[in-house]
């Protein structure tokens, strides 16, 4: 192969990984944003709860949601270390 050719076709792999990361920092986005705003409702929801046992869970869900946030921001990060 030619110089230019091996140059085109690296240049190409690399603008599809570029697009490809770009992609699941898009994606990884807006689950954050929905995980967000998941977390702002259940909250809201659990301040106006009567039942103790149904806060309980409500504040469960509340963890799992915001400890799936966390872990959503750290890729986030990592993605935007290695770009």
Do not use: G, H, W
Not at 6 to 15: F, M, V
Not at 30 to 37: D, G, H, N, S, T
Not at 49 to 70: C, H, T
């Amino acid at each position: 192969m030619k110089l230019t050719k091996l140059l085109q076709l690296a240049s190409e792999i690399l603008n599809d990984t570029n697009r490809q990361s770009q992609k699941r920092r898009e994606q990884l986005k807006e689950i954050q944003r929905q995980l967000k705003k998941k977390t702002k409702r259940l909250k809201e929801k659990c301040e106006d709860e009567q039942n103790e046992d149904i806060k309980k869970l409500i504040s469960q869900k509340i963890a799992v949601a915001a400890a799936q946030r966390k872990k959503v921001i750290k890729e986030l990060r990592k993605i935007d270390s290695t770009s």
